[in-house]
């Protein structure tokens, strides 16, 4: 049987960003609250030029070629922050990255689990169609509101992650765990802006359901946090992770907590200065991991769990590929963080609360401050209209 995993990943986040230092000092809180507490150093700031489609496809610019473009088969994209009750964001998506004609384009929803959801029909896809190859974008802006207490916890970015077989990066193993339970702790009504949230209730749910699937993953398996090299999560704020990486350590002996403890931390460094992306937030720690995780080598047995809220968890591993690191575009991700603006607080305030007309008015949009290969132009008719450069 082919192994199939994921054999390129591309990142994008907007082009500016706010230092949580002055967004504590702003909101007459410690930076230490923020910093330390949170888990966060910066957060990504969304321009108006910006939304979940623009950023799909700067994700996808970053790794597809000709080559895979004429055999990708599906285009996935999970989302939260769909704009179109109707029209699929995929379709735009697979237009604007001239994707071949004959393939399946769909949009799916489940908070941050859908990317992971489209992952796994990605990999059973080639799995019978070796020779083709599927695009799954996670791409998302998390927006709680202004001086609100998931303000910290924000951010925007796309993860694009193109599945086929003989994977350069990750190899996909059979065998996940997974877990459904109908909670609220997390949810947005189409008549409201902003998600509903029970903080405390989430994390505890959060926690709960990391257990339960890594409790059931052992069954399926036999295996055990000895055969882990290390874990990646989701990752809404960076702290939440260490607390679930701390259920499991006790099951370790005292080297392997600190190999474990060490190779997570290694790990944040992107999430820290982009924050929560929702549905790619989990990739963006895997890409991270493996951008910067120490001792990392073919065959290590990574430990993924995804979590979207109302709620659906699951746990799944794969195996890093030969030569990983030349499938990875290191470059363009730490040039892209390089290049991003600071923004003031009161320049994010500003970007925040721009919003495009909802009444079919027509608006077209000052990209001189962006410089990102996709932007949104123009909004006329409610129809947005885009340009790749």
Same mark, same amino acid.
């Given at each position: 049987?082919?192994?199939?995993?994921?054999?390129? &990943?591309?990142? !994008?986040?907007?082009?500016?960003?706010l230092d949580m230092t002055d967004l504590a000092h702003a909101r007459g809180d410690e930076p230490a609250k923020y910093t330390i507490g949170i888990g966060q150093d910066q957060m990504a700031v969304t321009p108006i030029s910006q939304d979940i489609v623009s950023m799909a496809v700067?994700?996808?610019?970053?790794? &597809?070629?000709?080559?895979?473009?004429?055999?990708?088969?599906?285009?996935?994209?999970?989302?939260?922050?769909?704009?179109?009750?109707?029209?699929?964001?995929?379709? !735009?998506?697979?237009?604007?990255?001239?994707?071949q004609p004959h393939a399946r384009s769909f949009e799916i929803k489940h908070a941050c689990y859908a990317a992971t959801a489209g992952l796994q029909m990605a990999k059973d896809y080639v799995t019978l169609h070796p020779d083709r190859k599927a695009l799954v974008i996670g791409t998302d802006v998390?927006?709680?509101?202004?001086?609100?207490?998931?303000?910290?916890?924000?951010?925007?970015?796309?993860?694009?992650?193109?599945?086929?077989?003989?994977?350069? &990066?990750?190899?996909?193993?059979?065998?996940?765990? !997974?877990?459904?339970?109908? &909670?609220?702790d997390f949810w947005r009504p189409v008549y409201s802006e902003y998600a509903m949230v029970d903080g405390k209730y989430s994390n505890e749910q959060y926690l709960s359901f990391f257990n339960t699937v890594w409790n059931l993953y052992k069954e399926k398996t036999n295996r055990s946090i000895a055969d882990i090299k290390?874990?990646?999560?989701?990752?809404?704020?960076?702290?939440?992770?260490?607390?679930?990486?701390?259920?499991?350590?006790?099951?370790?002996?005292?080297?392997?907590?600190?190999?474990?403890?060490?190779?997570?931390?290694?790990?944040?460094?992107?999430?820290?200065l982009?924050?929560?992306?929702?549905?790619?937030?989990?990739?963006?720690?895997?890409?991270?991991?493996?951008?910067?995780?120490?001792?990392?080598?073919?065959g290590d047995r990574i430990g993924l769990f995804s979590?979207?809220?109302?709620?659906?968890g699951e746990f799944f591993t794969g195996l890093i590929a030969e030569d990983f690191k030349k499938g990875l575009a290191s470059?363009?991700?730490?040039?892209?963080l390089a290049k991003r603006?600071?923004?003031?607080?009161?320049?994010?305030?500003?970007?925040?609360?721009?919003?495009?007309?909802?009444?079919?008015?027509?608006?077209?949009?000052?990209?001189?401050?962006?410089?990102?290969?996709?932007?949104?132009?123009?909004?006329?008719?409610?129809?947005r209209s885009y340009i790749v450069k």
């Open positions: 049987m082919n192994k199939v995993g994921i054999g390129k &990943i591309g990142f !994008y986040t907007p082009p500016f960003y700067n994700a996808g610019l970053q790794i &597809i070629n000709d080559e895979d473009r004429s055999k990708i088969d599906l285009v996935i994209v999970g989302t939260e922050s769909a704009f179109d009750a109707s029209k699929s964001s995929a379709v !735009y998506v697979h237009e604007l990255l001239n994707i998390a927006r709680y509101g202004l001086a609100t207490g998931g303000e910290v916890t924000q951010g925007a970015g796309a993860m694009a992650l193109l599945v086929s077989a003989d994977p350069t &990066i990750l190899i996909l193993e059979k065998d996940s765990a !997974y877990t459904t339970k109908d &909670i609220m290390a874990f990646s999560f989701h990752l809404p704020y960076t702290k939440m992770g260490k607390k679930a990486l701390q259920e499991v350590l006790p099951e370790a002996d005292d080297a392997k907590q600190k190999a474990l403890s060490a190779i997570f931390e290694e790990s944040l460094a992107f999430n820290r982009v924050g929560n992306i929702y549905t790619g937030s989990l990739y963006l720690n895997l890409l991270s991991l493996l951008e910067n995780g120490k001792g990392l080598k073919a979590y979207g809220s109302g709620a659906v470059d363009k991700y730490t040039e892209l603006q600071q923004v003031t607080v009161a320049e994010y305030e500003a970007m925040f609360t721009q919003n495009l007309p909802e009444d079919g008015s027509a608006l077209t949009i000052d990209t001189a401050n962006d410089s990102s290969a996709c932007r949104l132009v123009e909004v006329k008719d409610h129809k």
